[in-house]
């Protein structure tokens, strides 16, 4: 049942919220003065009344959200839809993941109590966007609370066009569908069903990343619940230390729960692109090519590709997936090159991009990593790369997995764009570029072979940085988005970053509370799984 003096409440919040809107965490913070700010009397709440607990802790934080919200925002275990919630998520590994209650916020005043709630009970908690990251605890957690971001789903576009304000639960092929009805887009992800929240503060490569830089380097500002309740905006004149740490920092600061993203003129919503299919034979063209076209992008940086390494049915083949910013990408000289490799079959055309978003997938209902890793660009180390990934995905295939890996370029017209506005901490510079970004991608579906194959992919990923540190092309960059739980994502972004992104959240959570009660993904000091010898960076 619904608490009715609290669903009165929380509809008069509006008005109190202003209260809490501070970026600064006073000394003397208390969690219950904070609800009280929000017209909560946590003595009223079943389990916390009178601030203590009675019962768990997390089952104490979920009875006192269930008091507030009611049961179709806070969803209890072995009901229906806790279940239908748990088998949304993308890889199975997350769905074996079983948290004490989901609680699915209406608004940013309702993330801020569920902070608070968590703070005062000590329930950990994880926040899901679009529920894309792959290993345990990521966007959900054990026995705790996962806040479920799906009901922030607003988007509206300023009267000039130039801000489209995007909910941080909406997914990328509804929010690009939405803008095309004026003509824009924003920098976002490539695949449909992917996440606004998690890609933009992990970085977001997007099809117009060589044209504009990166997702998270396109947000003119953010929406932000952080550690105290409080809503806070971050952009390059308000609280800028805190924005620069959204671009590219993780969820380590605060819950965004807008982005202000500036947005691109797209007519008609249209571009080029497509996949191109190549046999064995034609591997070391197409392995100069990608590397011609990512060394080639500042003549051109509407153009765009990644190329994956597959095997179907026992044949080595490889997927080369060419985009342009705009209709005509065959006609572009810089894929010159890539066009005149015979394929098997290909799919380039023009085409609507949230139409392209929904029809680039992956395999489904399986366990799924991902692990990454850069490199600099050089024809004959992504040659290398390349050997590599297929003796391991043999060997993956014996054990019953499947391995894709996917080379990608960041760019040198992309690193130039990561300085604007006060720059990001990814600490990439662009004389480190072009680099390879290598993505693997492994499935499987028992899960009595998890160690077993991931070791084979770190032992892949520690082999093609032995031979990249041999021909003096190593680079540490992890790319968030694409990071195993192994990495110490944040510590690749260098020493001096490292530091400033700690820094800054002693300043806006100094009690440490995305550390210690959000502690599923990459954190400040840690890979997500800290102290394993595997590969990392």
Same mark, same amino acid.
């Given at each position: 049942?619904?608490?009715?003096?609290?669903?009165?409440?929380? @509809?008069?919040?509006?008005?109190? +919220?202003?209260?809490?809107?501070?970026?600064?965490?006073?000394?003397?913070?208390?969690?219950?003065?904070?609800?009280?700010?929000?017209?909560?009397?946590?003595?009223?709440?079943? /389990?916390?009344?009178? /601030?203590?607990?009675?019962?768990?802790?997390?089952?104490?934080?979920?009875?006192?959200?269930?008091?507030?919200?009611?049961?179709?925002?806070?969803?209890?275990?072995?009901?229906?839809?806790?279940?239908?919630?748990?088998?949304?998520?993308?890889?199975?590994?997350?769905?074996?993941?079983?948290?004490?209650?989901?609680?699915?916020?209406?608004?940013?005043?309702?993330?801020?109590?569920?902070?608070?709630?968590?703070?005062?009970?000590?329930?950990?908690? #994880?926040?899901? @966007?679009?529920?894309?990251?792959?290993?345990?605890?990521?966007?959900?957690?054990?026995?705790?609370?996962?806040?479920?971001?799906?009901?922030?789903?607003?988007?509206?576009?300023?009267?000039?066009?130039?801000?489209?304000?995007?909910?941080?639960?909406?997914? +990328?092929?509804?929010?690009?569908?939405?803008?095309?009805?004026?003509?824009?887009?924003?920098?976002? *992800?490539?695949?449909?069903?992917?996440?606004?929240?998690?890609?933009?503060?992990?970085?977001?490569?997007?099809?117009?990343?060589?044209?504009?830089?990166?997702?998270?380097? %396109?947000?003119?500002?953010?929406?932000?619940?952080?550690?105290?309740?409080?809503?806070?905006?971050?952009?390059?004149?308000?609280?800028?230390?805190? !924005?620069?740490?959204?671009?590219? *920092?993780?969820? %380590?600061?605060?819950?965004?729960?807008?982005?202000?993203?500036?947005?691109?003129?797209?007519?008609?919503?249209?571009? +080029?692109?497509?996949?191109?299919?190549?046999?064995?034979?034609?591997?070391?063209?197409?392995?100069?090519?990608?590397?011609?076209?990512?060394?080639?992008?500042?003549?051109?940086?509407?153009?765009?590709?990644?190329?994956?390494?597959?095997?179907?049915? /026992?044949?080595?083949?490889?997927?080369?997936?060419?985009?342009?910013?705009?209709?005509?990408?065959?006609?572009? #000289?810089?894929?010159?090159?890539?066009?005149?490799?015979?394929?098997?079959?290909?799919?380039?055309?023009?085409?609507?991009?949230?139409?392209?978003?929904? @029809?680039?997938?992956?395999?489904?209902?399986?366990?799924?990593?991902?692990?990454?890793?850069?490199?600099?660009?050089?024809?004959?180390?992504?040659?290398?790369?390349?050997?590599?990934?297929?003796?391991?995905?043999?060997?993956?295939?014996?054990?019953?997995?499947?391995?894709?890996?996917?080379?990608?370029?960041?760019?040198?017209?992309?690193?130039?764009?990561?300085?604007?506005?006060?720059? %990001?901490?990814?600490?990439?510079?662009?004389?480190?570029?072009?680099?390879?970004?290598?993505?693997?991608?492994?499935?499987?579906?028992?899960?009595?072979?998890?160690?077993?194959?991931?070791?084979?992919?770190?032992?892949?990923?520690?082999?093609?940085?032995?031979? #990249?540190?041999?021909?003096?092309?190593?680079?540490?960059?992890?790319?968030? %988005? !694409?990071?195993?739980?192994?990495?110490?994502?944040?510590?690749?972004?260098?020493?001096?970053?490292?530091?400033?992104?700690?820094?800054? #959240?002693?300043? !806006?959570?100094?009690?440490?509370?995305?550390?210690?009660? @959000?502690?599923? !993904?990459?954190?400040?000091?840690?890979?997500?799984?800290? /102290?394993?010898?595997?590969?990392?960076?």
């Amino acid at each position: 049942m619904v608490n009715l003096r609290h669903t009165l409440l929380a @509809s008069l919040l509006p008005a109190t +919220w202003a209260q809490v809107d501070s970026s600064s965490e006073n000394a003397d913070f208390n969690a219950i003065d904070a609800l009280k700010s929000f017209d909560i009397d946590v003595s009223t709440l079943p /389990g916390v009344g009178n /601030g203590g607990r009675t019962i768990s802790p997390c089952a104490s934080a979920c009875a006192a959200l269930t008091s507030i919200y009611g049961s179709d925002q806070v969803l209890a275990q072995a009901t229906g839809s806790y279940q239908n919630f748990i088998t949304s998520y993308y890889s199975v590994i997350q769905r074996e993941v079983r948290p004490f209650c989901v609680f699915k916020p209406v608004d940013d005043r309702a993330v801020s109590v569920v902070v608070l709630l968590s703070r005062l009970t000590q329930c950990p908690f #994880a926040v899901k @966007s679009g529920g894309h990251a792959m290993f345990e605890g990521s966007s959900s957690f054990e026995g705790g609370i996962t806040v479920s971001l799906e009901l922030l789903n607003s988007i509206s576009v300023s009267a000039d066009k130039n801000i489209a304000s995007v909910g941080a639960g909406n997914k +990328w092929g509804p929010t690009y569908t939405k803008l095309a009805e004026e003509d824009l887009t924003v920098l976002g *992800g490539r695949v449909y069903d992917i996440g606004v929240g998690g890609l933009t503060t992990g970085g977001g490569i997007s099809f117009f990343a060589s044209l504009r830089g990166w997702g998270c380097d %396109n947000v003119a500002s953010y929406e932000v619940v952080t550690a105290a309740g409080a809503k806070v905006t971050a952009s390059p004149k308000v609280n800028p230390d805190l !924005y620069w740490a959204l671009r590219g *920092g993780g969820p %380590n600061f605060g819950i965004v729960t807008q982005f202000n993203y500036e947005t691109l003129e797209l007519p008609g919503n249209a571009l +080029w692109g497509g996949s191109r299919i190549l046999l064995e034979s034609e591997f070391a063209a197409a392995t100069r090519a990608f590397t011609n076209v990512g060394n080639n992008s500042p003549q051109d940086p509407l153009a765009g590709q990644w190329i994956a390494w597959i095997v179907n049915n /026992g044949t080595k083949m490889a997927s080369a997936e060419l985009w342009y910013g705009k209709p005509g990408g065959d006609q572009a #000289a810089i894929f010159s090159e890539y066009l005149a490799i015979p394929t098997i079959a290909t799919t380039t055309q023009d085409r609507r991009l949230f139409e392209y978003t929904a @029809s680039i997938e992956s395999p489904a209902d399986q366990r799924v990593v991902y692990y990454t890793m850069t490199f600099r660009n050089d024809e004959a180390m992504n040659a290398i790369a390349r050997d590599l990934h297929y003796e391991a995905a043999e060997e993956i295939a014996a054990a019953g997995g499947l391995l894709v890996t996917v080379f990608q370029i960041i760019t040198v017209p992309q690193i130039e764009k990561m300085s604007k506005n006060g720059g %990001n901490p990814l600490g990439l510079k662009p004389e480190d570029g072009p680099l390879t970004l290598v993505g693997l991608n492994l499935f499987w579906q028992d899960a009595a072979d998890d160690n077993a194959l991931i070791d084979i992919a770190s032992d892949l990923l520690k082999a093609i940085k032995a031979e #990249a540190v041999i021909r003096g092309l190593a680079n540490d960059y992890v790319y968030m %988005n !694409y990071a195993a739980e192994f990495q110490d994502v944040i510590a690749s972004y260098g020493a001096e970053n490292k530091a400033r992104l700690q820094a800054i #959240a002693k300043k !806006y959570d100094p009690q440490g509370v995305f550390q210690k009660l @959000s502690p599923g !993904y990459f954190k400040l000091d840690r890979a997500a799984t800290p /102290g394993t010898d595997r590969f990392s960076f």
